[in-house]
């Protein structure tokens, strides 16, 4: 469990961040663009609403929806960098993604997803990363960023990993 200034200190940062996606969302001059900032910005507000809910029912709700949300985050960027690399393939990435917010949502509070949701994290990401790599533009500096962005979202989760002592990587 979290302390009232940790949680606080995540409501804060989180909700600057939720400011900077919508932002995003409304300055994009692409449809990229505005589907990643959108999903940014749905992560950003359940989180808000996790981070800041004091009843126990309602910061559970909020926290399935943040945990839910990732997925559509993780879809929505590798759809984002498909494409705008011009990859036919980029929708495949927004199904990944569903696959991962049904199973979250539907085995929430259970040890399956316990489990399973940093392994489905990192196929989903990891798939989205196979398909920009079959897109025309490969072999650009899009395809570092998404290299790089890619294994620092996998080593971040070792944080989650350690934090919860419940997965294996």
Do not use: Q
């Not at 001059?29 to 950003?44: D, E, K």
């Not at 398909?131 to 620092?152: D, E, I, K, Q, V």
């Amino acid at each position: 469990m979290w302390s009232k200034p940790e949680e606080k200190w995540n409501t804060i940062t989180h909700a600057v961040a939720l400011g900077m996606a919508a932002t995003a969302a409304t300055l994009s001059i692409s449809t990229a663009g505005v589907i990643l900032s959108v999903a940014l910005a749905v992560t950003y507000a359940m989180s808000v609403l996790y981070h800041s809910a004091e009843r126990l029912c309602t910061r559970e709700t909020f926290r399935m929806l943040d945990m839910a949300s990732i997925h559509a985050t993780i879809g929505a960027t590798g759809y984002a960098y498909c494409s705008t690399a011009g990859s036919d393939l980029s929708a495949l990435c927004i199904l990944f993604s569903v696959f991962g917010l049904i199973y979250t949502i539907k085995h929430f509070g259970t040890e399956k997803l316990d489990t399973l949701m940093v392994p489905i994290c990192v196929a989903t990401g990891l798939s989205c990363l196979g398909l920009y790599m079959l897109s025309p533009a490969a072999n650009s500096t899009l395809t570092w960023f998404f290299l790089l962005g890619t294994l620092f979202y996998i080593a971040g989760l070792a944080f989650y990993v350690y934090d919860n002592n419940t997965f294996l990587i």
